[in-house]
């Protein structure tokens, strides 16, 4: 699952800890080499202007005692002369602070732009060929830059934990939407005596019949009580469809034939569940295009006669951006409160998983991760970030 989103991330991680190790192995190599010639020419420049000095103090050694050859001149001091020498060349020796000093740019290295742009720049480019959504893939790269961009390398393991940390803390901030679990809706409902309503959305083709099949029996095993409204009234077969699933779970369900008013089909499903005291009413309604204005105007109506506490679309993660796309048309129409990703357990870019809640603003709630009931799991952004970056 989200193995080429996890290649991509891991790959960046490599490259901007490659190129900064190598920028500081040639700017430490050539400091190193920068020293050693300043060294030499300052020690060049010192035995130079000895030499000298030596010539000028022989030459007025030499006029003193031709002049006065016959006056004994003192023999000369040496010690303060080799003194002073000793100095000059002592202060030329490096101490152990200016050696260590050297190699300051390795253990002090401060991340530059130019060091990630280029990176990070492929990055992007990779994330939306892997159908992450633009304004997502932007997100990322502006937080990943502002996390690294003047940060202080000390070790070289540094560039690696750094950009690790970075690229985790802006798919962290991206995933995460504050939102009620169903579970905590469920419990506010059933203080006031009322079923949690629930109307799942999507076009045909994206599993939305089956995955409110999962959702009945997940919730039925977590010991609620579930009642399915058989709204899609449009579709050939789709009450059957449904009838099966619910018989298998072992639930209720309220249906009536073919062509009947949608809405009328929610609406007693919810008197239903008041009547018999259930937990949970699941309103399965036609697929649709998000184009389609007829069937839209018709779920719009569904809304206005149950009045759901969730409306819930369900989208095929392997669609990538259209599924982004298909769930902005629908929160625009209706509003969208949570989302439902199925065939996620095939799903290797991870683009839909990654863009659809941040481009809507509602969270991921769960994931269909197979073909059987209980192939269904509650969505945690700390899990997501868990499989992208875990070992």
Same mark, same amino acid.
Not at 104 to 113: G, L, Y
Not at 205 to 233: C, E, H, M, Q
């Given at each position: 699952?989200?193995?080429? !989103?996890?290649?991509?991330?891991?790959?960046?991680?490599?490259?901007?800890?490659?190129?900064?190790? @190598?920028?500081?192995?040639?700017?430490?190599?050539?400091?190193?080499?920068?020293?050693?010639?300043?060294?030499?020419?300052?020690?060049?420049?010192?035995?130079?202007?000895?030499?000298?000095?030596?010539? @000028?103090?022989?030459?007025?050694?030499?006029?003193?005692?031709?002049?006065?050859?016959?006056?004994?001149?003192?023999?000369?001091?040496?010690?303060?002369?080799?003194?002073?020498?000793?100095?000059?060349?002592?202060?030329?020796?490096?101490?152990?602070?200016?050696?260590?000093?050297?190699?300051?740019?390795?253990?002090?290295?401060?991340?530059?732009?130019?060091?990630?742009?280029?990176?990070?720049?492929?990055?992007?480019?990779? !994330?939306?060929?892997?159908?992450?959504?633009?304004?997502?893939?932007?997100?990322?790269?502006?937080?990943?830059?502002?996390?690294?961009?003047?940060? @202080?390398?000390?070790?070289?393991?540094?560039?690696?934990?750094?950009?690790?940390?970075?690229?985790?803390?802006?798919?962290?901030?991206?995933?995460?939407?504050?939102?009620?679990?169903?579970?905590?809706?469920?419990?506010?409902?059933?203080?006031?005596?009322?079923?949690?309503?629930?109307?799942?959305?999507?076009?045909?083709?994206?599993?939305?019949?089956?995955?409110?099949?999962?959702?009945?029996?997940?919730?039925?095993?977590?010991?609620?009580?579930?009642?399915?409204?058989?709204?899609?009234?449009?579709?050939?077969?789709?009450?059957?469809?449904?009838?099966?699933?619910?018989?298998?779970?072992?639930?209720?369900?309220?249906?009536?034939?073919?062509?009947?008013?949608?809405?009328?089909?929610?609406?007693?499903?919810?008197?239903?569940?008041?009547?018999?005291?259930?937990?949970?009413?699941?309103?399965?309604?036609?697929?649709?295009?998000?184009?389609?204005?007829?069937?839209?105007?018709?779920?719009?109506?569904?809304?206005?006669?149950?009045?759901?506490?969730?409306?819930?679309?369900?989208?095929?993660?392997?669609?990538?951006?259209?599924?982004?796309?298909?769930?902005? @048309?629908?929160?625009?129409?209706?509003?969208?409160?949570?989302?439902?990703?199925?065939?996620?357990?095939?799903?290797?870019?991870?683009?839909?998983?990654?863009?659809?809640?941040?481009?809507?603003?509602?969270?991921?709630?769960?994931?269909?991760?197979?073909?059987?009931?209980?192939?269904?799991?509650?969505?945690?952004?700390?899990?997501?970030?868990?499989?992208?970056?875990?070992?």
């Amino acid at each position: 699952m989200f193995e080429s !989103l996890k290649k991509k991330l891991s790959g960046t991680i490599g490259k901007i800890s490659e190129k900064i190790s @190598k920028e500081e192995a040639e700017e430490a190599e050539k400091s190193a080499v920068e020293d050693v010639t300043t060294g030499k020419t300052l020690k060049s420049e010192l035995e130079g202007s000895t030499t000298s000095k030596g010539f @000028k103090e022989s030459t007025a050694t030499s006029k003193e005692s031709t002049a006065t050859e016959n006056i004994k001149k003192p023999a000369k001091e040496e010690g303060p002369e080799k003194t002073l020498k000793e100095d000059e060349e002592e202060e030329l020796e490096p101490s152990e602070e200016e050696k260590s000093g050297l190699f300051s740019f390795v253990r002090h290295k401060t991340i530059s732009e130019k060091d990630v742009d280029d990176i990070l720049f492929e990055l992007e480019m990779s !994330l939306l060929e892997g159908d992450v959504a633009m304004e997502v893939s932007e997100q990322i790269i502006k937080t990943v830059k502002e996390d690294l961009v003047g940060r @202080k390398i000390k070790r070289r393991s540094d560039v690696a934990e750094f950009t690790k940390d970075a690229l985790k803390k802006a798919i962290s901030d991206i995933l995460s939407i504050d939102s009620k679990s169903i579970k905590e809706l469920i419990a506010e409902r059933r203080k006031e005596g009322e079923p949690l309503k629930i109307m799942f959305v999507g076009i045909n083709g994206s599993g939305k019949t089956t995955t409110i099949s999962k959702i009945a029996d997940y919730f039925l095993r977590n010991g609620y009580t579930p009642v399915i409204a058989a709204s899609d009234t449009f579709r050939a077969g789709a009450i059957e469809q449904i009838t099966h699933h619910a018989d298998k779970i072992g639930i209720k369900i309220i249906k009536h034939k073919k062509g009947a008013d949608p809405a009328a089909v929610a609406f007693d499903a919810v008197q239903h569940a008041q009547a018999q005291k259930k937990d949970l009413v699941l309103v399965d309604t036609a697929g649709r295009m998000q184009t389609n204005v007829n069937l839209m105007d018709e779920m719009k109506k569904i809304k206005r006669v149950i009045s759901p506490d969730l409306i819930i679309f369900v989208g095929d993660a392997l669609t990538g951006n259209d599924a982004v796309e298909q769930a902005r @048309k629908f929160d625009d129409a209706v509003g969208v409160d949570g989302i439902i990703l199925t065939k996620a357990d095939a799903d290797a870019k991870g683009g839909a998983a990654l863009s659809i809640g941040y481009v809507i603003q509602k969270p991921i709630l769960f994931l269909g991760t197979g073909q059987s009931y209980g192939d269904i799991m509650e969505f945690h952004p700390d899990w997501m970030v868990e499989q992208v970056f875990g070992e």
